[in-house]
């Protein structure tokens, strides 16, 4: 008996803030870090200026998705409160939305006080790396307003975020993850899901090669994919290379995800994930 290949069916838009985002055609997201201790690029945005340049930059080279992230998740990062999270984005969102209003805005947090308060500020996207794990109040927060929600696989709890699992089966799995919280966040009234599976977060390099193979059949083609592999280890580190020197590696693995359905690419470098893309159309 032969298989029936998934139908991609097209997500025609998401409401961001009252404005419909078509993805039908798929979008970059630019990665926008204000910490002084990101894997590959702490430092380099933590002040409003540079930030400010940085995200002009992104903007001009492709990205219509620029997501600020205030704190750093990767192995061994320094712990923010929520509070150290708003001092930290300061009166950055309202700076973005000021000097480029076309711009939509996704905030990396997984505190719903920080939610809120770029709520006020104007952000477009919730990106929630916790899956609402580390922040009882982050659903109902999400619900309130309105914001699209991106929902991330990853583990229950701040401390075990990188530690590795055994899956039975990583697609299964991770789909198993998704069908509960999708059910909850639409019962909580969430009306715009978007699905992450969590690439560099708990999962072995064999398992996250298995889902960039099967990135298909991930979200049982409900949700719009959003794909974060920019500068992850299970890509560069079996080829003994840097985060910065697998650009060729890192965009033949969009086009694969891309041709499977991929919606958004969360990218560092946008105007190659950029030229990827108009050649991948």
Known sequence: MFS????????HSIN???????????????????????FSDGGTFNNEKSALKHTEKMLKDGAEIIDV???STRPNAEFLTSAEEIRRIGSLLSQIKKEFPGALLSL???YAETVQFGFNEGIDMINDISGGQYDPAMFDTAAETGLPYILMQVNPSYKTMHDKNTFAD?????????????????????????LDPGFGFGKTMEDQMKMIHEVEYLGFGKFPLLIGISRKSFIYK??????????????????????QGAKILRVHDVA?????MLEFS
């Open 16 to 38: 961001c803030n009252g404005r419909l985002v078509d993805l039908s055609t798929p979008k970059i997201m630019g990665i926008l870090n204000l910490t002084p201790d990101s």
């Open 69 to 71: 992230g205030p704190q």
């Open 238 to 259: 079996p080829l003994g290379k840097s985060p910065l020197d697998i650009n060729e590696e890192t965009q033949k693995l969009h086009r694969a995800v891309l041709k």
């Open 272 to 276: 190659e994930a950029k030229k990827m």
């Open 170 to 194: 990583i697609t299964l799995d991770v789909n198993r993850y998704f069908s509960e919280k999708t059910a909850l966040l639409m019962e909580k009234g969430v009306k715009d899901i978007v």
């Open 4 to 11: 029936t290949p998934l139908i991609h069916k097209p997500f």
């Open 108 to 110: 990396d947090t997984f």
